[in-house]
């Protein structure tokens, strides 16, 4: 009895034995596996590492390049831009400069009227020997040259008569042809005249000579005035003799390149002037 509850006890003994070896070397082998497991991650995360490596180790020519690529790219921009505004000032300048010749062009016919800087404010002096022509000058100021001088065909002693009556118009008429080339008004060689709608012969422009630089400088003080200025003791005729003479300032206006007036600007005339000339191209 005892012998067979001994081996009955063994073979109990050699069961658990058996049983806890086998259970001890299976989690032994779990144990394995889990840490082979672990391992792998492990693994994976060193070659990600090292693929991170090589490629932060690549990263810096890839960006040097994409850095060389995109300064490239601006500086291009940046040439355009100065390309372009470089030509659109060019262009500026080469409209401002084209303006700017119209516009001189314009004021330079607007002035080719006025001849030795001749301006809206002259000095008009009316002369002529007693029975004599009438001469009228223009002049700048009083000490310069005449700009306009003309010997109209009415006798100086008849314009006085027709000043003592009333207000006077003079009208100095010429010819506009068209091939000849167009030239300032106050250069016309003829011209037709007419007194207060009387036809009065014709006027003809007149180079100044020494005997009108004479008269001219003996009246030259005088702003306005009328007078008479002492013959050179010869017999009096129609070139010698007292010389008559009315001197004054005048207003000058422009109405095209074919017109052109002259107002007596008389302070006592109650705004109309006693004489006006007015030249016409027609």
């Known amino acids: ?59 810096p020519e890839v960006s040097n390049t994409k850095s060389s690529t995109l300064n490239t790219i601006h500086e291009n921009k940046a040439e355009d831009k100065q390309e372009s505004s470089s030509a659109t000032r060019r262009k500026l300048q080469t409209i401002a400069v084209a303006r700017l010749k119209s516009v001189l062009t314009a ?3 607007n002035r080719s009227n006025f001849q030795q800087g001749l301006g809206t404010r002259v000095v008009g002096t009316l002369f002529g ?19 306009f001088l003309v010997e109209l065909a009415t006798p100086i002693s008849g314009l006085v008569r027709e000043m003592a009556s009333g207000l006077v118009r003079i009208a100095l008429e010429c010819d506009k042809e068209e091939e000849k080339k167009v030239s300032r008004l106050i250069d016309e060689p003829v011209w037709r005249t007419y007194c207060n709608g009387k036809k009065c012969g014709f006027a003809t422009r007149r180079e100044i000579g020494a005997k009108e630089v004479k008269i001219l400088k003996a009246v030259e003080p005088i702003s306005m005035g009328a007078g008479v200025l002492p013959g050179n003791g010869e017999e009096e005729s129609a070139d010698s003799g007292e010389i008559m003479y009315m001197r004054a300032k005048f207003e000058r206006v422009i109405g095209s390149r074919d017109s052109e007036a002259f107002y007596m600007m008389n302070p006592d005339s109650n705004g109309a002037p006693e004489l006006s000339i007015y030249l016409l191209r027609v």
């Open 1 to 59: 009895m005892k012998t067979i509850m001994a081996k009955s006890f063994q073979d109990l003994s050699s069961k658990r034995q058996f049983h806890w070896t086998a259970k001890v070397s299976n989690e032994e082998q779990e144990q394995e596996e889990v840490t082979s497991k672990d391992s792998s991650p492990n693994r994976n995360e060193e070659g990600k590492t090292e693929n991170i490596k090589v490629h932060s180790f690549k990263n």
């Open 129 to 147: 020997h007693r029975r004599g022509h009438v001469h009228f000058a223009f002049q700048k100021d009083s000490t310069s040259q005449p700009a």
């Open 107 to 109: 004021f330079g016919r």
